[in-house]
């Protein structure tokens, strides 16, 4: 059964520093790795997905890595800024149509 | 376009009645979820549509809840004698086909409160 750990679960950071956050799998059998935003009582919004076969994706100032063999991903996040604020969540599909997500980390951007 | 589009909103039940929700995808994609949020957590998987099939169903929905795709368009879904256990966000989602626009879309959610 594939479980989704992100790490930390809240971070908290001055603007303008750069960041990264963290997620791990337990099954390194995926079809992809997508990277989602969430603000408060909101859906998701996709930001970044990462095929099985690549290691990095890019998006502005946003950069996610992928290494399959070892379970694990990270979103990088330069220059951070005040509207980053929200939760990150990690999700992970293998051979069926079911993403398995993570509990998110919860970032806070202070001016 | 503009995007995936959920209602209700929001949705205030007394226990033992029956609620559905309605979802329209974005009108390309093929490819229809739905998924189960609760205060804290990650998004859970309830099921997948392709097109009007409904092809995977996660154990997490018990025979009170059912999901419709009628060709393949908009899909509702429907939970009856609810619990409050039942109370949670219930996500849309839509995406293109596998090696195309795969990328997940979600709606905005229904917020289901049971008292």
């Known amino acids: 059964k594939q479980e989704v750990t992100q790490i930390p679960a809240a971070l908290s950071v001055p603007e303008g520093e750069n960041l990264v956050l963290n997620c791990s799998f337990t099954d390194s059998a995926i079809y992809n790795l997508q990277w989602f935003r969430q603000d408060p009582g909101k859906g998701l919004t996709s930001l970044l997905l990462i095929q099985s076969s690549q290691r990095e994706q890019t998006s502005g100032r946003l950069n996610a890595s992928l290494d399959k063999s070892s379970g694990r991903s990270t979103l990088y996040i330069a220059a951070s800024q005040p509207g980053d604020s929200a939760t990150y969540l990690c999700?992970?599909?293998?051979?069926?149509?079911?993403?398995?997500f993570g509990k998110g980390t919860k970032l806070t951007v202070n001016p | 376009d503009t995007g995936v589009s959920q209602n209700p909103r929001h949705k205030i039940t007394k226990r033992g009645q029956n609620v559905t929700f309605r979802c329209d995808p974005i009108s390309e994609h093929n490819r229809l979820y739905w998924y189960r949020q609760t205060l804290g957590q990650g998004p859970e998987f309830l099921t997948y549509f392709q097109n009007e099939a409904q092809l995977e169903k996660s154990r997490l929905l018990s025979d009170r809840f059912s999901a419709e795709r009628p060709k393949g368009s908009f899909s509702t879904l429907e939970i009856q004698r609810t619990e409050q256990g039942d109370s949670a966000m219930y996500l849309c989602?839509?995406?293109?086909?596998?090696?195309?626009?795969?990328?997940?879309?979600f709606g905005s959610g229904t917020q289901l409160s049971v008292l």
């Open positions: 999700a992970v599909m293998g051979g069926s149509e079911k993403l398995v």
């Open positions: 989602a839509s995406s293109g086909p596998r090696g195309d626009n795969e990328k997940l879309f």
